[in-house]
C-alpha cells in the first residue's frame, strides 16, 4: 500500500514538473481547449467527435433513405480529409430506422443516451420525425433533417434542410396550373402524416388560391402495392391533375400499374412531390416519362458545383448510382453542421442552435446553388420543376427565384 502511496506522489510530482517547463500561454489554451470537449457532454475527445446517421437500411423506405446516408457519409469524408471540425476527426455511429417509426425514436435515444452523439443526420419520412423530435427535445439533441415536408413545425432541436411546403407545395401547383391551365385535380398519396398534410395544403390552395376544383382524394396504406380501384377512379374523373404524394416502394407499383392502363404522359398530366431520381431508379425511367416532379434539386443541374458532387458521388458510390433532392439535401447537413460548429467555436448544442439562428449560415458550393440557413431553421432554396426522361434523369422546365421558407403560411394551418 505504501508502495503505491508513493508511486502516486512521484506521478504528481513529475506531472507539476512536466507544467512548470510549459509556457503559461500554451498552459491556458490547453485548459480552454479541455475546458471545451468536456463541458459539452458529447462524445467529444482531442481529436475526435462522434455523430450519428440514422436513416432506414431495410423495409419499403429503404428506396428512398439509401441516397441520403450516402450522401452524409461522402459529406463526412469530405469535410474529414479538409481536417475535420475544430481539428476534430468525425466519426460516424449508423443506425437503421428500419422504417418503423417506434425503431426511428428508439434508435435515437440511443444514439442521444448511450453514444452522446454531437449531431444526428437522419429520417425521411414526417412519421419519423414526429417520433423522434420528443427524444431530440428532452435530450437536447440536434438532427438535421434532410427531405421536403409539410412544413407547420419549427424545433430548436431540428434543422430542415428541405424544403417546406411553401418552396414545393404551393409554388408546383401555382406552376402546373399556369403552365397547364389545370383547373380540377385528383390527390393521391401514401396514408401516414406528410400526405396528409400536403394534401389538406394543396387542397386549400386549389379551391381559395387557384379557383380549382379537387375531384378526387385517395390514401393508401405505406408500402401497398394495389392501385386498381385508385386508377379507375382517375380514369372515371378525367382530372386536368393527378397529383401525388407516394412514397417509397410502392411507386414501383404505382407507375407500373398507370402504364399498364395506359395512363400515360400524352394523355394525362401528373406532378408528384415525392419521387426523385432514388425512386426512379427502382421505377424504371420507362414507367414515369413525361410526368413532372416538383423539388429544389436534380442531378442534371447544370452548374459547376454540382458537377463537382456528381462526380465525388459516383467515385464513392459507382458509377450507377443516382442522387435525388432528398440525398443532395442529407449532403448538406453536415457542412451546415460545420459551419455552425466553427462559428460558435463549440460542438455544444444550444451554442450551435444560436449561430444557426443567427442568418449568417451560408453555403456557396451547395449542388443545389447558393442556400441560406434562415433563423426559422429551414433554408433558402429554389424550386424546379423536372419532366422525366426515359434514361430517368429530368428535364428541368422551371427554376423559382429564391424563396425565403415559412412553415407557417398564414391560411394553410
Not at 423530435?133 to 427531405?147: A, D, M, S, W
Request: with cysteine.
Amino acid at each position: 500500500m505504501r508502495d503505491q502511496r508513493e508511486l502516486r506522489r512521484w506521478g504528481r510530482r513529475k506531472v507539476l514538473q512536466c507544467l512548470a517547463m510549459i509556457p503559461a500561454g500554451a498552459i491556458l489554451a490547453s485548459q480552454l481547449c479541455f475546458a471545451e470537449v468536456n463541458t459539452t457532454g458529447l462524445a467529444v475527445t482531442d481529436d475526435e467527435v462522434t455523430v450519428g446517421i440514422l436513416h432506414s437500411l431495410t423495409g419499403t423506405m429503404a428506396i428512398s433513405e439509401t441516397g441520403a446516408q450516402e450522401a452524409e457519409k461522402l459529406a463526412i469524408k469530405q469535410i474529414n480529409e479538409m481536417g475535420g471540425v475544430l481539428g476534430r476527426q468525425i466519426k460516424i455511429i449508423q443506425e437503421d430506422g428500419a422504417s418503423d417509426w417506434p425503431t426511428f425514436a428508439e434508435k435515437s435515444r440511443k444514439l442521444l443516451v448511450k453514444d452522446k452523439v454531437a449531431a444526428v443526420f437522419g429520417c425521411w419520412t414526417s412519421a419519423s420525425r414526429k417520433a423522434a423530435l420528443p427524444v431530440f427535445e428532452k435530450e437536447n439533441g440536434l438532427l438535421y433533417y434532410p427531405t421536403f415536408y409539410e412544413g407547420l413545425e419549427q424545433s430548436h432541436n431540428v434543422i430542415y434542410t428541405g424544403q417546406e411546403a411553401t418552396q414545393q407545395i404551393l409554388d408546383g401547383l401555382n406552376w402546373v396550373a399556369k403552365e397547364k391551365k389545370a383547373k380540377t385535380f385528383y390527390l393521391i398519396g401514401s396514408d401516414y402524416i406528410w400526405p396528409r398534410t400536403s394534401m389538406k395544403i394543396a387542397r386549400k390552395h386549389i379551391e381559395n388560391v387557384l379557383g380549382g376544383k379537387v375531384v378526387g382524394e385517395e390514401y393508401k396504406p405505406l408500402g401497398d402495392t394495389q392501385f386498381g380501384s385508385v386508377i379507375n377512379k382517375i380514369r372515371l374523373k378525367k382530372p386536368d391533375v393527378i397529383y401525388a404524394a407516394v412514397v417509397g416502394g410502392s411507386n414501383v407499383a404505382w407507375f407500373k400499374q398507370l402504364k399498364a392502363a395506359g395512363i400515360t404522359s400524352d394523355k394525362q398530366t401528373l406532378l408528384t412531390i415525392s419521387v426523385t431520381e432514388d425512386e426512379v431508379l427502382g421505377i424504371g425511367g420507362e414507367n414515369l416519362e413525361g410526368f413532372y416532379s416538383i423539388m429544389k434539386y436534380f442531378q442534371s443541374l447544370d452548374n459547376e458545383n454540382n458537377k463537382k458532387f456528381v462526380k465525388a458521388f459516383k467515385e464513392m458510390w459507382g458509377d450507377d448510382s443516382v442522387i435525388g433532392d432528398v440525398t443532395q439535401a442529407a449532403y448538406l447537413g453536415p457542412w451546415l453542421w460545420k459551419a455552425a460548429v466553427e462559428k460558435a467555436g463549440s460542438f455544444d448544442v444550444d451554442k450551435v442552435v444560436e449561430v444557426s439562428e443567427s442568418g449568417e449560415i451560408e453555403l456557396d458550393t451547395a449542388p443545389e446553388g447558393y442556400v441560406k440557413l434562415h433563423p426559422n431553421h429551414h433554408l433558402w432554396s429554389k424550386a424546379r420543376v423536372g419532366k422525366w426522361k426515359k434514361d430517368g434523369q429530368a428535364e428541368v422546365v422551371y427554376t423559382s427565384d429564391l424563396i425565403e421558407p415559412d412553415p407557417f403560411p398564414e391560411g394553410y394551418q
